[in-house]
């Protein structure tokens, strides 16, 4: 089987890659190693950026978004039992957030790549690995229905996620990798319950983190921080909700609706990045490429700012016969990947409880009370959390 570009894993990246290629006349196959119905079940972040928004309506994806979606124009950060909330418009010249689930937008690209552009995916057809990527034929090795086949490309898209198989088909001494794991987790819970309130809270308590976010109107999504090592099969509903209420500010506490869960995982938290992003004509995009902790929701941003790059580098080669975006694909990506890992890291030390000792819990106070007096506290929170801008790359 041959295409132009071959691309391995069918998330919001990969989908969101082949739908854009596909509007130019570039043709693109999906390797999937899961089913349809398992991508399109997994539950993952639902704050997206204006980049990605706006990514989404150049896909011609975003119409349910644009319907559905909850614009928000402002979080608020709970500590010392106070609430405030930070004004993003007001910041950053009018920019804003929107709430839609990462299963919406799945949802949305396959109905519009798969569904009525007939776009290619294989599910079920797991990649074994990328040879030859760097030659000017690329081939992915993968299974499907038993048997061994090869695809062979001019470029391969690593959209395979931390454990997929794109970067681990480069040597080791070919990479560098820079971690960092976080010695808490996030316990969350999905119910059909109201929001507590119409913006999310992000809630520093002396007993732990907590978040109150939301996919709707009527579906709310609340994590409260755990340990690493804690265990689903170890909390009821009641005993969630009784420790969400006590990390929250009393009013806000009063105000929350309980439900049983629809939903309830423990996500652990990991700061991961690997140097380059490119090698020869294979290229890592999204989780393949980044980990953040999902305090500040730069993941699924992060990695339609990588879609945004390598689009643009694509259709470049195509339609111009140019190169030099392609060259510098991943040192352009990897600017704005570490000024979202820094944003993470620093939203996660300040909003968790990172040991028991009491002068670290008075530095936070005192850190948040300076952040949310100060206008330019307020201006580098926003500014952040909405999303820097993108690269001009054209």
């Known amino acids: 089987m041959r295409t132009q570009v071959g691309i391995v894993g069918s998330g919001p990246s990969g989908l969101l890659l082949a739908r854009l290629l596909h509007l130019q006349g570039i043709d693109t196959v999906i390797l999937e190693s899961r089913s349809r119905d398992y991508v399109l079940g997994r539950i993952r972040a639902g704050v997206i950026e204006q980049g990605m928004a706006d990514l989404l309506r ?40 929107m709430v839609y689930g990462q299963t919406e937008i799945t949802y949305d690209l396959m109905k519009a790549h798969i ?21 000017d034929t690329p081939k992915i090795i993968y299974e499907q229905n038993g048997e061994q086949k090869e695809l062979v490309c001019d470029f391969v898209a690593g959209c395979d996620g931390f454990h997929g198989v794109a970067r681990k088909s480069v040597p080791a001494d070919k990479i560098t990798n820079f971690e960092r794991t976080y010695p808490f987790g996030w316990l969350g819970i999905l119910s059909d319950v109201p929001p507590v309130k119409e913006e999310l809270i992000y809630a520093n308590h ?22 690493r090592d804690d265990r689903v ?34 996500t652990p938290l990991h700061s991961f990045v690997a140097e380059p992003l490119q090698f020869g004509r294979l290229f890592l995009a999204g989780d393949a490429g980044h980990i953040v902790p999902p305090t500040g929701a730069k993941g699924l941003n992060l990695a339609a700012s990588d879609i945004y790059y390598l689009t643009r580098a694509f259709i470049a080669y195509y339609k111009e016969k140019r190169t030099d ?6 040192e352009t990506a990897l600017r704005r990947v ?19 000792d009491p002068m670290t819990r008075r530095l936070q106070v005192s850190e948040l009370d300076y952040l949310v007096g100060s206008e330019a506290g307020r201006t580098v929170l926003s500014e952040n959390y909405v999303g820097l801008p993108y690269e001009k790359f054209e």
Not at 206 to 227: P, V
Request: proline share 4%; glycine share 8%.
């Open 338 to 356: 570490w000024k979202a890992i820094r944003f993470s890291w620093w939203y996660t030390s300040l909003l968790h409880k990172l040991d028991n």
């Open 233 to 266: 099969e170890n909390w009821t509903d009641d005993a969630f909700w009784d420790e969400l209420r006590r990390r929250l500010p009393p009013e806000e506490a009063g105000n929350v609706v309980t439900g049983p869960r629809l939903e309830m995982s423990i």
């Open 115 to 135: 569904d009525e552009a007939g776009g290619v995916v294989h599910y079920d057809a797991p990649a074994i690995r990328v040879e030859d990527y760097d030659t």
């Open 325 to 330: 975006l392609l060259d510098h694909y991943s």
């Open 206 to 227: 002396e007993r732990g983190f907590a978040l109150c976010s939301m996919r709707s109107h009527t579906r709310s999504r609340y994590y409260i921080q755990c340990t």
């Open 58 to 97: 150049e896909a011609k994806a975003g119409g349910r978004m644009d319907k559905e979606g909850l614009i928000h124009e402002g979080i608020n950060v709970a500590f010392d039992g106070r609430l405030e909330r930070i004004d993003f418009p007001k910041h950053t010249d009018g920019k804003v957030v």
